[in-house]
């Protein structure tokens, strides 16, 4: 399987524990973006990079969050002392840069977190 | 941010064509606009985008108004597989921003 790949699939944790997923994307790609779905909402985009850099955060992502991309490749999500307004589920997507039209995303099945 | 407007939910006959509307108030003169699906427990799937002239792939159509300010994916005959919540979206500063979408239920 080529796809994007997100683990854990379910995170169970009680406030005030740190939590961090991976995502490993289509290998050649270079943008990997980190988005997080609340039921019944549409996904809401938290940061993205382009290769490792991250170039741009939503203004509405805590501190307590923070994302690396490590050599340009696989990415982690860490949540900080985390609370119950986190429980969500959380969706990594990757793609190819270059295009005009906006490239094409191809998105994990993501990691749902639960906070207890 | 981008800012879509589309129905919470339709319904569709199994084997009928489906209209899905979506209106772009804040679309700019640059931005594409994209479609996705999303199925229960998968993250989005994309489906199809463009930016002025109507487009057609092996999925669906996307049929765009004049002025852009709405648009319409168009499945031509749909299966019980394309029940989903469906999202329209525009491109604009790398990134996708998603409204609630548009919940297609099948109707065997």
């Known amino acids: 399987d080529t796809g994007v790949s997100q683990n854990p699939r379910h995170k169970i944790t009680k406030r005030g524990q740190n939590v961090t997923f991976r995502c490993d994307p289509i290998?050649?790609?270079?943008?990997l973006y980190w988005y997080r779905q609340t039921l019944g909402q549409g996904p809401e985009f938290l940061t993205y990079?382009?290769?490792?850099?991250?170039?741009?955060k939503s203004r509405l992502l805590s501190d307590r969050f923070s994302a690396e991309r490590p050599k340009g490749s696989f990415s982690t999500l860490e949540i900080q002392r985390t609370e119950q307004g986190d429980s969500a589920m959380y969706l990594c997507?990757?793609?190819?840069?270059?295009?005009?039209?906006?490239?094409?995303?191809?998105f994990g099945s993501g990691t749902q977190l639960s906070v207890l | 941010d981008a800012k879509t407007t589309q129905p919470n939910s339709m319904e569709s006959n199994e084997e009928e064509p489906v209209h899905l509307p979506c209106n772009h108030s804040t679309i700019s003169g640059t931005d594409y606009i994209h479609w996705y699906r999303q199925l229960p427990s998968q993250g989005p799937e994309y489906v199809i985008h463009?930016?002025?002239s109507n487009v057609n792939n092996r999925m669906a159509s996307l049929a765009i108004a004049e002025d852009r300010k709405s648009s319409t994916l168009i499945l031509h005959r749909a299966t019980l597989r394309d029940a989903a919540v469906y999202y329209c979206?525009?491109?604009?500063?790398?990134?996708?921003?998603f409204g609630t979408g548009t919940r297609l239920t099948i109707i065997p």
């Open positions: 997507a990757s793609s190819l840069s270059g295009t005009v039209s906006g490239e094409k995303l191809f």
């Open positions: 990079f382009q290769n490792e850099a991250q170039l741009e």
């Open positions: 463009g930016l002025t």
């Open positions: 979206t525009h491109y604009r500063n790398e990134k996708l921003t």
């Open positions: 290998s050649e790609h270079n943008r």
